[in-house]
């Protein structure tokens, strides 16, 4: 059922659980919730908005002969720097296997080899072949498309396409419902949905910069939402860089994915030198912060970054890598002969909403699965193809866990105290946000541009008419605010003024929006200088 059939207005009382978010954690979750009745909300319409069906590389897990989900475990861990819950990193791979074969069930064709064994490939910094794969680098479309086609068919699951989740409705530290709005027209009247079951799958927050390979809806408004009702905010200052953004003028940027590199392309610059090489033993297939802050210096240093599958892959690139080709020769470049311009892009967030193993967020009712969510599963950088997978793990617990307790009537008044009028989003502003966070919050950090972007963003948050442009200061905030406060290096953090990673800082960061007005207000001109309150707990 969808809301195609139905006029959307006023408000909605349900039994339902609600979940926020049509990707791979939100669409997974409903799935495994039938036969109980749910109700999925997508910004987009399904199969479209969600980074789910751009991944190309595919799903970490140990199936393979010979690899375990403790050697899994062990390569998440040396990744995440210091901060990797080891203990969730090792459930994570021991659940992999079985849910993959719950993918298989929902129809997703993984490729095989020739004994009919689910053949598996070779990414960065993971010690075995262990990436289930689609046709090359289609595996987000094939998942995708699997589970839409399951969802559309399950009788259980309403979807209503095209509405924004804009606020969480709250009572004390108990989430009872949300307020959405059309997608495409904001200052059209909101709508109350009442639910005591509440799941944001909402994605990531990569849309937040200007260079980026996520879509226009992963603009961190879910996190937004969630810390605005007070939830507690996990390690949001980790963002990945993808080293091998494309850069042929899109805005997302197409990516080249990491398997290209896995398959022998290199890392040249302009005078055609691989300049990998000497920043690390593992040069190309180093861990990806490395590779992107080898590619930023390049660029930086006027020499230029191009990805060269001339080689590695020659003839052979169109049919092994056709989303990478096409999107080249889109651009006019032909990568089976030439090199693809790159540059690294804002691409997957470490950090998000604090849950514990079960999903569960910090405020009764609301549970978090997916990119929008820290499980501790990724520590301060995530091993490459390990957040499909723990979008699929999370997304089941989530499942289960609501299964498994009792869910109280909504009640029959909402909260009315959100805004339910909207102003128009002013022109230039989200461009000026996203360009700061690329700017003042990307790859190379520093005390005084942190500082600069805090207190900008504190500023529009304050003061914005606009509750998307609000939602999107908020998480911007969140992440500008505890970059500021960690005062060393670590993972994909990286602050040239704080260059040495500190082992008394070895613990994740703990924060809330309450926490970052506080940085705020310490680093603003007019506001009584105080030293802010530390938010790393
Ligand atoms: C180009 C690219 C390639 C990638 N390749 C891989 C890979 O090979 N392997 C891997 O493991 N990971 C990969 N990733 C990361 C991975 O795709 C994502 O982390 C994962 O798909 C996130 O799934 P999700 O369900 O949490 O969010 P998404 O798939 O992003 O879905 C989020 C959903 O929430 C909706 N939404 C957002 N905000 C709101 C709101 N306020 N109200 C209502 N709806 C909302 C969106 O419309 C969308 O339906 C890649 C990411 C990108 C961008």
Request: charged content about 20%.
């Amino acid at each position: 059922m969808s809301n195609k059939d139905h006029d959307l207005s006023g408000s909605i009382i349900t039994n339902d659980v609600v979940i926020v978010g049509g990707g791979l954690a939100g669409l997974f979750c409903a799935l495994k919730l039938a036969p109980r009745p749910v109700t999925v909300i997508s910004a987009a319409p399904l199969g479209q908005g969600a980074s789910t069906a751009w991944a190309q590389g595919g799903i970490a897990a140990a199936v393979a002969e010979g690899d375990s989900a403790e050697a899994h475990a062990t390569d998440t861990i040396a990744v995440g720097a210091g901060l990797v819950d080891e203990t969730i990193a090792l459930g994570l791979a021991r659940e992999a296997g079985a849910r993959i074969h719950d993918l298989l069930r929902y129809g997703v064709p993984f490729d095989r080899d020739l004994e009919g064994r689910l053949a598996v490939a070779q990414e960065a910094a993971h010690s075995a072949r262990r990436i289930v794969h689609v046709r090359g680098d289609m595996a987000g479309k094939a998942i995708i498309s699997a589970l839409i086609e399951a969802v559309r068919r399950a009788p259980s699951i309403r979807v209503i396409e095209g509405y924004v989740a804009e606020a969480l409705l709250t009572e004390d530290d108990t989430v009872t419902g949300l307020q959405l709005r059309k997608a495409d027209d904001a200052t059209a009247k909101p709508l109350t949905v009442a639910s005591r079951a509440v799941v944001l799958a909402t994605g990531g927050i990569g849309h937040l910069y200007a260079v980026t390979t996520n879509p226009l809806e992963a603009s961190g408004l879910g996190l937004a939402i969630a810390a605005r009702a007070g939830a507690v905010i996990a390690d949001p200052e980790f963002v990945q860089f993808h080293p091998t953004g494309i850069m042929v003028g899109r805005d997302p940027a197409p990516l080249a994915t990491e398997a290209l590199r896995g398959e022998g392309a290199t890392l040249i610059n302009d005078r055609g030198e691989r300049f990998m090489q000497a920043r690390h033993p593992l040069a190309e297939l180093a861990p990806r912060d490395i590779v992107a802050r080898g590619v930023f210096a390049e660029i930086a240093a006027g020499h230029g970054a191009f990805l060269d599958a001339t080689k590695a892959l020659g003839v052979h690139f169109a049919e092994k890598f056709p989303t990478v080709y096409a999107s080249c020769l889109a651009a006019g470049i032909d990568p089976a002969r030439q090199p693809i311009p790159v540059a690294p892009a804002a691409h997957y967030h470490m950090g998000g909403i604090s849950v514990d193993a079960h999903g569960r967020t910090s405020l009764k009712g609301l549970w978090a699965g997916g990119e929008v969510s820290s499980t501790g599963a990724h520590g301060a950088n995530r091993l490459a193809s390990n957040s499909l997978l723990e979008a699929v793990v999370y997304a089941a617990r989530i499942a289960e866990d609501i299964g498994g307790s009792t869910i109280a009537a909504p009640g029959r008044s909402l909260q009315t105290s959100i805004a339910p009028r909207n102003g128009a989003m002013p022109p230039l502003s989200e461009q000026n946000l996203r360009a700061m966070m690329t700017s003042h919050v990307g790859v190379i950090r520093d005390s005084e541009r942190l500082a600069e972007a805090v207190r900008a963003f504190s500023a529009i948050e304050r003061d914005a008419g606009n509750i998307a442009l609000r939602n999107m200061a908020t998480t911007a905030l969140l992440v500008a605010a505890s970059a500021w406060s960690r005062r060393e290096s670590r993972g994909a953090h990286c602050r040239i003024d704080y260059a040495i990673e500190k082992p008394a800082l070895a613990r994740r960061t703990m924060t809330t929006l309450v926490a970052a007005w506080d940085v705020a207000a310490s680093l603003s001109e007019r506001a009584p200088l105080r030293s802010a309150q530390p938010i790393i707990a």
